[in-house]
């Protein structure tokens, strides 16, 4: 892919490289308050294992983790994580020279047969089904990750958060994008950040709740959305309520487009000529529908974006036109839109890996608490992969082929994070031995645990969705 403005950014020097992963680390274990040591020392195992994580006990094996399994499970049970700190930890360690672009998705951690866990809802999933429906019982959480212009999988999570079934999903994702915005306005970030979502996002819903904030956010669209233009000037003399509608904007319906207000014309290895149209001023008929009930519902303006390109990388699916909504503060690039969407799909490679190597949602807790602070180290031992990406020595299979470190995959990053972690040492406490502990009281009994049936969304809870 050619980057905008032709940037290529060099790989930073293996000693810089292994001072911020080690910076990191101290901050990381700052973070961590009751069982620190055990929580970090788990993230070390974690990244010290030889392959995927198919077991949480296991990790206590490894020689990274030096205290007994007890110890793992009591740090989930009643460890502490601060996770402001961790958030604003993520965001100071954010890459130098990506652009500020921001996946935001959502992924459900499968739950369906754990009664005794609270807080489970009913989402939907693409690929297990209950009861014949793709809709699956467990704990729903949205990751803001940025991205990167070179042509990898690399992200770097800055935030994550799990979501209540009786939360709105709406207000949720708008105070986790405002709280990352703040955060990129503290750390001296003078440019909009673009937030970019997929279609399972209300573009309309986010724009109202983002507005005034200087944010821009990039939406994708069905391709049967019917929009309006603002309505002319009313004539002299004419009597009866204003019109609210104007023009009518029908994606399917080339023949109610009108000139568009910018367009773009490029070219790019993967997918050829590029051609980008954009219609400003326009605006959804909202009475009645989804989050807006009154007499009188709002109107959101934004800007409809069509782009359409003369090949895909891949023989799959037809070449069909990408519509997104577009709304911010400023004008928007649309060099730097269409990219952006492209790159969206970086954080589903990285909740792929950390699903499936990392384990992120191998273990059975019962709690959500414990799955968050699971979550977090999962996050921080991520982070540490992509800090380390240039200062470890490829571990390569005999039978693949060399990489640059600036090319090398999370998964060979992690094959040589064992031999590098002596060089960069640990905050963490060695254990003190306590001997045998008490065991449980004679004669006690364990009762049944507590059942929490899924919690189901009301129509109420669930409006504002797309």
């Known amino acids: ?75 989930l049970a009643e460890g502490d994580v601060d996770t402001d ?58 990751w803001v990750a940025q991205l990167s212009w070179r042509p990898d999988s690399w992200t770097a999570p800055v935030d994550v958060c799990r979501i209540h079934p009786h939360e709105d999903a709406v207000d949720v994702t708008v105070r986790q994008v405002t709280a990352v915005a703040e955060r ?46 603002d309505p002319p000037p009313r004539l002299p003399g004419v009597g009866g309520r204003p019109r609210r509608h104007g023009a009518r904007f029908a994606c399917a319906d080339p023949a109610t487009w009108p000139p568009p207000t910018a367009q773009l014309t490029c070219r790019d290895t993967q997918y050829g000529t590029v051609t980008v149209r954009a219609w400003s001023g326009l605006h959804p008929k909202l009475a009645g529908r989804g989050r807006h009930t009154g007499a009188v519902p709002p109107i959101v303006p934004g800007t409809i974006v069509r782009v359409q390109v003369q090949r895909l990388p891949t023989a799959c699916g037809r070449n069909k036109a990408l519509w997104l909504w577009w709304a911010g503060s400023g004008s928007a690039d649309l060099d730097v839109l269409w990219r952006a969407y492209v790159r969206r799909f970086d954080i589903e490679h990285t909740l792929r890996f950390v699903k499936n190597t990392l384990g992120w949602v191998i273990p059975a807790v019962r709690t959500p608490e414990q799955a968050d602070r699971w979550t977090w180290i999962i ?88």
């Open 1 to 75: 892919m050619d980057y905008p403005g032709g940037l290529r950014l060099p790989a930073p020097p293996r000693r810089d490289a292994r001072a911020a992963l080690v910076a990191f680390r101290r901050g990381w274990y700052g973070c961590l308050r009751r069982r620190r040591d055990a929580l970090f020392e788990l993230g070390d195992a974690l990244l010290g294992s030889a392959g995927p994580v198919t077991s949480l006990p296991h990790l206590s094996l490894e020689p990274l983790f030096r205290r007994g399994h007890g110890s793992l499970y009591a740090a």
């Open 85 to 142: 700190a961790v958030r604003d930890l993520l965001a100071a360690h954010r890459p130098a020279g990506w652009p500020p672009v921001f996946a935001v998705d959502a992924s459900t951690w499968v739950r369906c047969d754990a009664e005794t866990s609270p807080g489970r809802g009913f989402y939907y999933h693409p690929s297990r089904h209950s009861a014949g429906q793709p809709i699956v019982a467990g704990w729903s959480y949205q």
């Open 184 to 229: 990129l306005a503290a750390g001296g970030v003078a440019q909009r950040p673009l937030f970019v979502f997929d279609a399972g996002y209300d573009p309309i819903a986010l724009s109202e709740g983002l507005a005034g904030q200087d944010v821009q956010i990039l939406v994708r669209i069905r391709a049967d959305r019917v929009f309006y233009a």
């Open 379 to 466: 996050v921080a031992a991520y982070t540490q992969l992509r800090l380390a990406r240039t200062a470890v020595a490829d571990q390569r299979l005999p039978w693949e082929r060399p990489l640059p470190p600036t090319k090398l995959t999370p998964t060979r990053v992690r094959r040589g994070f064992l031999r590098l972690h002596p060089a960069i040492g640990t905050p963490a406490s060695p254990p003190k031995p306590s001997g045998r502990g008490p065991g449980r009281p004679k004669g006690s009994r364990t009762r049944p645990a507590q059942r929490h049936p899924a919690i189901k969304k009301t129509h109420t809870a669930a409006s504002g969705t797309g």
